[in-house]
């Protein structure tokens, strides 16, 4: 029975613009609100129990990080739009996880979509959007869920590390960005790993019934963080041409800083994707090859066995004047002649190079 193919919309047709509905599969996550405000003498890390007590940080002199996980929770990301003027387009695109990596201007914020890639412990990719937006003095991140790879930053955050604590929220806004991008590097490790175990596979002969199928799991994985990376070099090169004074001139070098990281990213993942298809190839051809051998065994051994059925058949059939079948050692002299027939065609195969 033909395998039927799911389609899954991620926007209800005839849905209202502006729309908050959340698209992913985690509606049971909780809640998480963590903020951390700080200027370069004092940082406050706060677990916030509401998104009420979110609002204060708005306004503040200092520079906040507002992390919200649980994009399921659409009335309080309506609730936190309203107060910090997201434009309605905006909150639809946070709780709508099939977004392509962007970026949006507007007058008094930016917004981003990004995506989150790393490896959970089964050693399967994890894919998940994350939005920021950046305003004069805060960042807002969305995530569906808790666990991400922020954990340097909020320990440079913490300890006062490096220039996060000097700097406003633009730089703050690199150092999430960056921290993603990081990542893909390792993302990118371990697919690069995967290659060459298949490519030392294929050229040692150690190829498994499975290996076709997992040859086309990790074309399907390449492919998924190619979709996830290639858009963000287009919103990194936005950010580096925008006059939009949220980002300071001093902190664009950072931005070109990422820029050529993710250009290093994304030629290593067009080197993979190549050799990807060359290890399909690598591995048709294996196959092939093994067959090629069965089939010159299975002839050579026709071969072999053709005369010598043409000799037993002959003297085989049951006519009455055959003069061989009397003769006193005619059965000696036929199994002579069968057995020099089979040495004259394996030196002959020998001296071909057939065997």
Known sequence: MPRQRIYRSKKKLGQVPGSVIYTG??????????AFDFTKDNCSETQLQSVEHVFNFKDTPTVSWININGL??????EQLGQHYNIHPLVLEDIVNIAQRPKIDEFDDYLFLVLKMLYYDNDKNIVSEQ???????????????????????????????????????????????????????????????DKVEDFETAIFSNEVEEDTSKNIQDLKREI???????????????????NDNNLIHPKTLTYYRDIY?????????IDIYREMIWSLMDMYMTSISNKMNEVMKV???MASIFIPLTFIAGVYGMNFQHMPELHYKYGYYIVWGVMVVIFAALLYYFKRKKWL
Do not use: C, W
């Not at 399921?72 to 990301?77: A, M, T, Y």
């Not at 003095?137 to 590390?161: M, P």
């Open 72 to 77: 399921n929770h659409v009335k309080q990301i």
């Open 223 to 241: 492919l998924r963080v190619r979709r996830a990376i290639f858009p963000l070099r287009e919103v990194l090169n936005r950010i580096e041409k």
């Open 130 to 192: 994350v939005s920021f937006i950046l305003g004069k003095n805060y960042v807002l991140s969305f995530q569906e869920s808790e666990g991400d790879v922020f954990d340097t930053v909020r320990d440079r955050i913490r300890h006062a590390k490096g220039r996060v604590r000097s700097m406003s929220a633009d730089y703050l806004l690199y150092t999430l960005i960056d921290a993603i991008v990081d990542h893909y590097f390792s993302v990118i490790e371990i697919l690069g």
């Open 298 to 300: 299975l002839t050579i």
């Open 260 to 268: 050529d990281h993710l250009v290093q990213v994304s030629e290593n």
């Open 25 to 34: 599969e985690k509606v049971k996550s909780q809640l998480f609100l963590e």
